[in-house]
């Protein structure tokens, strides 16, 4: 078993875990985490098929997960923020004073 | 799955009938794609790498990702960086632009770990993301890397409660639309001098990717400091409360 | 590259939006935001029509392409203009241009203008930039302009409401660009090139392809909100500004659509089937009925129109199984790009669906803005009598309900038209009875709201609002010229077919 081929099955794994891990979890901080996971599952299996043969790489996968990664952690900061904001919202001790 | 946004309940799943279903479609999805990469699909044998090997000498860096990132793909480049004003924008407070950039405020009770940190560790990131800049250019490295780097340099100053950054301040708000509205600028200049959209000239191709990264290092380095804050009450500041301000 | 041509003016409209978003991020001041954005909006709406004129010259050849940086499709970024795409520009550009002076006078005085406007611009950026796109991943990108944008205008409001929506809408737009993603890190792992024509080139029927089209379906389905996944749609539409309602509803759903087309009889067409097609079909006759339905049951004026966007999204489905038959008897080769895979009736009727349901809805909307401004209140049961009190915006309503029923005159009653001679054609007649019966649903929810509106006895139990007066004439003038252009479109059918189908003589209407 080759390297690559580890590194495409555990970002496919991390895919699922990560879409399991939308549909059944909770609490709305777990399923972004489970969205950034199913991100990095992709980002893993772009890195593994970049490196297809052997000793040179293709460096536009790279590049594709250096971009998605910046749109992966500008996507999950709006997430969170309009989280705390329903949070404080919800939680009368934290608010804002009207 | 996102009918009921849920801020209180912590616990394990809920729903377990439902849960089960969907585990048996995703496993079974996640199998036919399992299987389609282990089964005898060859993959396409060099991707864009002949390609990029044969243009490299012409692009003006070294570091071939960096080519593909700010030349051969710069228009991607260039939306992402305007994906990440999106959020700024959606987070910013609404204005209080009459007060500067940085204040300084007079805080009693030192503590003495952190500030150390900032004091030995602050300059000593700073010179690393700006070498990560330079570097960029030849091997792992660029403006992405750079600017991560100091926002984390931020956020630790930020963190004692010393440094007060305004972020809706005209000059934060210039620092952060610069690296995008650089990017633009270079871009619809190239379409004047070269006659196509973000054709660099080879001659100059290394020293307009630099400048480019150079402000989009800023733009990414403000703007992520600016999303942290408006994610934490940083204690004693204040800043989440002005969270809101307008409404 | 000396003389004009339309593609040379591709780069124009993705960053002069960009511009315009810098420019009300950088301006703090909102005194004079509106009128600068309204020129910024005439400025791209001239561009739009000086690029669609001279498409519309350059018959010669089916779509225009300008390479970004000289580099060329497989290691650039190619940006590509066919016929359905100019007309999604096009669309794009008119309605930029009402909505945003719709939006000026909205957000007058406003201190969430500030916000409002760069936000706003980044969303017509990311659309004009999707529909130019002609790289698998660059569209990925775009996507996520859109979402994220989108998001963040939902939550504009800053109710408890409001940002629920939006994250709800948030969360669903980022899991269906993750499976967006999945799918062209499988083609370009097969194909080796992320551009769509190359792609379309080398796809053929196997494995990877249909797994990367179905990844794209799920992903683009979740975006779209076709019937069982629409739960997300309703409250973000309903709970945002009018004025971002109205482009929610209008293209940013489009958009999706128009990706989801694009692949499905473009990029991978070798790849999809006849069953597969059945099943969209199948969704979409569902979210017919279900969203009018829903629609009929709402209590809320912006939740009905939500439901009835859901319905009528329903429809464009249905191009699916027709397209897919035209195909089948046809004789036509699957791996051309340019454009022929993606004509017949049956995808007229679908486009021509999309630009009719994109006016009519969203002069629906920002009609049924202005009844809330005047009424204070979204609930259906205070619009009793209110005919009276806003007979334009009554009348905007209603012309905009004609076309979503299909009554003749108008842009719907052409594209319901088309969507049931295809059906009969090809021998799908099933169809023509969901067609049928969701006319009828949406006579009966709109009915039910105009019924009301007319119903002037006065029953003392009802609160006596005080009604205001709209604080600007623009706000129904621009409603009243996008209903205008609902009717219009309705006599003027052939030339958005041409439009979207060139060299195509048009012809059976």
């Known amino acids: ?98 | 799955m996102f009918n009921q946004i849920d801020l209180e309940y912590n616990g394990p799943v809920n729903d377990p009938k439902a849960s089960w279903l969907i585990t048996l479609c995703s496993v079974l999805g996640f199998l036919i794609v399992l299987t389609l990469v282990l089964l005898n699909y060859d993959a396409h044998n060099a991707g864009l790498r002949p390609y990029v090997e044969g243009s490299l000498s012409s692009s003006g860096v070294t570091n071939p990702v960096t080519a593909v990132l700010l030349n051969f793909r710069a228009y991607d480049t260039l939306l992402e960086i305007a994906v990440l004003l999106i959020v700024v924008i959606a987070v910013l407070p609404l204005r209080n632009s009459k007060t500067s950039l940085v204040r300084c405020i007079e805080v009693t009770n030192h503590d003495l770990v952190l500030t150390s940190l900032q004091r030995w560790l602050a300059p000593a990131v700073l010179m690393f993301a700006g070498y990560l800049l330079w570097a960029g250019a030849t091997q792992p490295g660029g403006a992405f890397q750079a600017g991560a780097l100091l926002a984390g340099a931020c956020v630790l100053m930020f963190q004692t409660g010393v440094y007060r950054v305004n972020y809706t301040s005209i000059m934060a708000r210039s620092l952060m639309a610069c690296g995008l509205a650089m990017f633009i600028a270079v871009g619809l200049a190239l379409i004047w001098f070269e006659g196509s959209l973000l054709k660099y000239p080879q001659d100059y191709a290394g020293v307009l990717i630099l400048l480019i990264e150079s402000g989009a290092t800023l733009s990414i380095a403000i703007c992520l400091a600016s999303l942290y804050s408006s994610l934490i009450d940083i204690p004693g500041t204040g800043h989440a409360a002005t969270f809101e301000s307008g409404s | 590259m000396t003389s004009l041509s339309s593609s040379l003016l591709l780069p124009i409209i993705v960053f002069l939006p960009l511009i315009a978003a810098l420019v009300g991020f950088i301006l703090s001041r909102n005194t004079f935001q509106g009128q600068l954005n309204v020129g910024f909006a005439f400025v791209q709406f001239l561009i739009v029509v000086l690029m669609t004129i001279l498409f519309l010259d350059e018959q010669s050849y089916q779509s225009a392409v300008y390479q970004i940086g000289s580099w060329g499709a497989p290691l650039g970024i190619d940006l590509v203009v066919d016929g359905f795409s100019i007309l999604m520009i096009g669309l794009t550009g008119l309605l930029t241009l009402i909505l945003t002076i719709y939006g000026a006078a909205y957000y007058a005085d406003d201190p969430k203008s500030l916000r409002f406007w760069p936000l706003w611009w980044l969303l017509i950026a990311g659309l004009n930039a999707l529909f130019v796109s002609g790289d698998a991943f660059n569209i990925y990108v775009c996507l996520e302009i859109i979402g994220l944008s989108a998001a963040a205008l939902v939550a504009l409001q800053s109710t408890r409401a409001s940002l629920e929506a939006a994250l709800r809408y948030l969360l669903v737009g980022l899991l269906g660009s993750l499976f967006y993603l999945m799918a062209i890190a499988i083609l370009y792992r097969s194909h080796g090139t992320l551009d769509l024509a190359q792609i379309a080139a080398s796809s053929g029927n196997g494995l990877p392809d249909q797994v990367a089209m179905i990844l794209i379906t799920i992903g683009l389905l979740l975006k779209i909100a076709l019937f069982p996944l629409h739960f997300w749609l309703p409250q973000a539409h309903a709970n945002a500004p009018t004025p971002v309602s109205a482009i929610l509803s209008a293209l940013v759903v489009k958009a999706s659509l128009y990706v989801l087309i694009k692949f499905w009889f473009e990029v991978l067409s070798g790849s999809t089937t006849f069953g597969a097609s059945q099943v969209l079909g199948v969704l979409g006759g569902i979210a017919i009925v279900y969203g009018s339905w829903k629609a009929f049951r709402a209590t809320q004026l912006k939740v009905l129109i939500a439901y009835s966007t859901v319905a009528q999204l329903g429809y464009i489905f249905l191009l699916f199984p027709l397209s897919e038959h035209a195909a089948n008897t046809s004789s036509f080769s699957g791996s051309s790009f340019s454009g022929s895979s993606f004509s017949g009736s049956a995808s007229q009727a679908a486009i021509y669906f999309i630009v009719a349901h994109a006016c009519a809805k969203a002069a629906m909307f920002l009609s049924a803005g202005n009844l809330i401004l005047s009424q204070g209140s979204g609930d259906i049961a205070q619009l009793k009598g209110i005919a009276t009190r806003e007979p334009l915006n009554v009348l905007i309503f209603t012309i905009a309900g004609v076309s979503l029923i299909g009554l003749p005159p108008s842009a719907g009653f052409i594209a319901k038209w088309l969507l049931l001679t295809t059906s009969i054609e090809s021998g799908q007649w099933w169809w023509v009875l969901v067609v049928l019966s969701g006319g009828l649903l949406a006579a009966m929810y709109l009915f039910k709201i105009l019924s009301l509106a007319f119903d002037n006895t006065l029953d003392d139990g009802a609160v006596q609002r005080q009604p205001k007066a709209l604080s600007s004439k623009l706000l129904t003038s621009s409603a009243l010229v996008l209903a205008l252009i609902t009717l219009a479109l309705g006599f003027n059918a052939e030339f958005i077919l041409n439009i979207s189908n060139p060299p195509v003589g048009v012809s059976g209407i």
């Open chain 1, 1 to 98: 078993m080759s390297s690559e081929l580890l590194y495409s099955l555990t970002g496919l794994g991390l895919f699922a875990i990560g879409l399991l891990g939308i549909v059944v979890a909770g609490h709305v901080m777990r399923k972004i985490l489970a969205l950034n996971i199913m991100g990095i599952g992709i980002f893993m299996l772009l890195i593994a098929i970049a490196k297809q043969d052997g000793s040179f790489v293709d460096p536009v996968p790279h590049a594709m997960v250096l971009t998605g990664i910046v749109i992966a952690a500008a996507g999950t900061a709006l997430a969170l923020n309009l989280m705390v904001r329903l949070h404080r919202m919800s939680d009368p001790k934290q608010g804002k004073p009207k």
